[in-house]
């Protein structure tokens, strides 16, 4: 109904928590209507109108406008009534002062009304985390190289695809248990997102595999769909390739290859895959598709294809651009692996600099069917999901795309490029 005054906003909150106590099975949407009644809408966490951030062309009476609220102004009521409250967001590693991830989370923030910050931290040890992590106002973290994976021990819980995985790259707190101490489920999570306090224990999540299948979906024409022939090959053997490992087998790949500068680190990489495999622990692996998958492993870049196998339609390099002390490597994919007839979809995981010589090398085999797609492709993708995950929040995605190459490119013009091209994949082995 119209709302006449105040009191009628507390009244349909009333209302809908009388029903909420006796119907627990069903969906309440409760609000009131008009200008007087934009604070209940506010209040009411199922679809509520909302109106566009920009004035609309169309007939709408002025006094219909008013009574709407945009998704920015919803959001920034429940931070300013003390509902939600503002977090403290970072990426965390060994240098993560060249970091895109600020600039376009704190952009995602902002354009939704929420007053959460992003920062960035550079360790050389867990020990500033094991710290900030316990803080009253800490909202999570994005974790990358060298931590990944040792990370793993200082969480009381993982989502089912970091347990597969191995590694994980976003860590959210836990402020609540169930009343036995256990870790709630995912919805006991999300409602916990957005409030400070005592942090009880730590929950990881792996949002790179979502990304890497995101673009390798994208980049799939008609032509290389996945079937039971297909082949795909992943370069290196860290915590990027152990997640895109993960989602090649999400899109049923049968037939995958690991290669790696050290041949130990790809057999221990393929033998974990192929362990899961065979027990079926692999939520994201359709049963039928078990018995006929595995990961098999390349000695070396100098090895020549393997002739039973189809050349590969599906390439993904987590390779790093430069050696510790900054030395390029220079890497590329070898020619006589790019035989596919009908190309396929390279992606690049490393983005500094931007044009690596893998980007040369695809850019020539663009006439032969080949798309590539680069850590500018990547980072905005997993960047979604951890935004989600972060604040319960749909992610304005294209704002995020653009704040990626905004911002690089900004860097670029005003520091130089010897200062900003730093490898985000640390070199590993």
Not at 256 to 268: I, K, M, S, V
Not at 345 to 365: D, G, K, N, S, W
């Amino acid at each position: 109904m119209p709302a006449k005054q105040i009191e009628d906003t507390f009244a349909a909150q009333l209302f809908r928590h009388k029903v909420e106590k006796v119907e627990t099975r069903s969906r309440l949407i409760a609000y009131n209507t008009g200008k007087k009644g934009r604070p209940s809408m506010c209040f009411n966490r199922i679809l509520s109108s909302v109106k566009h951030s920009t004035p609309k062309a169309d007939t709408e009476s002025a006094e219909n406008e008013d009574s709407m609220i945009t998704a920015k102004e919803f959001f920034a009521s429940l931070f300013a009534s003390f509902i939600y409250e503002p977090m403290h967001f970072f990426i965390y590693g060994a240098n993560v002062s060249y970091s895109l991830s600020p600039a376009m989370h704190n952009a995602a923030y902002s354009a939704c009304g929420m007053p959460h910050t992003y920062g960035t931290h550079s360790s050389s040890t867990l020990e500033d985390f094991k710290r900030l992590a316990r803080e009253n106002h800490f909202g999570g973290a994005a974790v990358v190289q060298p931590y990944k994976t040792i990370i793993v021990p200082l969480l009381d819980g993982l989502s089912s695809h970091a347990r597969a995985i191995g590694s994980v790259n976003t860590i959210i707190p836990v402020r609540e248990l169930n009343v036995d101490g256990t870790l709630p489920d995912d919805l006991g999570l999300l409602s916990q997102l957005n409030r400070s306090g005592p942090v009880q224990a730590l929950y990881g999540h792996n949002t790179d595999w979502i990304g890497i299948r995101a673009c390798l979906r994208r980049g799939l024409s008609p032509a290389n769909t996945v079937r039971p022939q297909t082949t795909a090959l992943v370069c290196g053997a860290g915590g990027q390739a152990r997640a895109a490992v993960y989602s090649l087998l999400s899109l049923g790949v049968r037939n995958l290859f690991l290669c790696n500068r050290t041949l130990e680190n790809a057999q221990t990489l393929a033998d974990h895959y192929n362990d899961l495999i065979s027990t079926k622990a692999i939520s994201e692996l359709d049963n039928t598709n078990a018995a006929y998958t595995q990961v098999r492993v390349l000695e070396s870049f100098g090895s020549a294809w393997p002739k039973d196998y189809r050349q590969p339609s599906m390439i993904v390099s987590s390779i790093p651009t430069q050696t510790a002390d900054g030395t390029l490597t220079n890497f590329s994919i070898p020619d006589d692996w790019l035989k596919s007839p009908t190309g396929g979809v390279t992606i690049e995981l490393a983005y500094r600099p931007m044009t690596t010589p893998i980007v040369q090398q695809m850019r020539a085999q663009s006439h032969k069917g080949w798309i590539f797609m680069d850590g500018f492709d990547i980072l905005p993708e997993q960047a979604f999901a951890q935004f989600e995950l972060f604040t319960g929040r749909r992610a304005p995605r294209q704002l995020m795309r653009d704040e990626v190459i905004k911002r690089y490119k900004e860097e670029q013009s005003q520091q130089g490029l010897s200062t900003q091209n730093r490898d985000p994949n640390p070199p590993g082995n």
